[in-house]
């Protein structure tokens, strides 16, 4: 019974497995307009959930614009390299997401910094910190 499970479940992922691997290469501008609607998605739950006032947007939109198109160049010159080892991945990711920890918390006053590490930013960076090999 469970080996006629497995069989079935395999056959309705194998079709979705192959047209993943058959996607036509991505429009640059399509994937850059993305990118930016992503980040004005985020920006606008930091607003929200943050009080930020005005200055504090425009400095965290300009922030995650610079931080989030460099490292997606940074990531896409890997995969036409065609460097295939995932560790190198996401040591990039790390790094620039350890950029916008940085640059947040600067940002932010002393009440919005603690309600930031509270929701989860102090427990990004012990796992970064632990996969980058900077465990205390």
């Not at 607003?47 to 425009?58: G, H, N, R, W």
């Amino acid at each position: 019974m469970k080996k006629y499970l497995i069989i079935v479940i395999l056959g309705m992922l194998l079709p979705v497995a192959l047209r993943a691997q058959q996607r036509p290469p991505e429009d640059p501008e399509k994937a850059a307009q993305e990118l930016y609607e992503n980040i004005q998605i985020q920006v606008e739950k930091f607003i929200e959930l943050y009080k930020l006032d005005d200055v504090q947007a425009f400095y965290l939109d300009s922030i995650f614009v610079y931080n989030y198109t460099h490292m997606q160049d940074e990531l896409n010159a890997m995969s036409k390299a065609k460097v295939s080892n995932t560790d190198l991945y996401i040591s990039v990711q790390d790094a620039w997401e350890e950029k916008n920890y940085q640059a947040v918390c600067a940002i932010l006053d002393d009440n919005q910094r603690a309600k930031y590490l509270k929701q989860g930013a102090a427990r990004d960076k012990k796992a970064r910190d632990k996969r980058m090999g900077k465990t205390k």
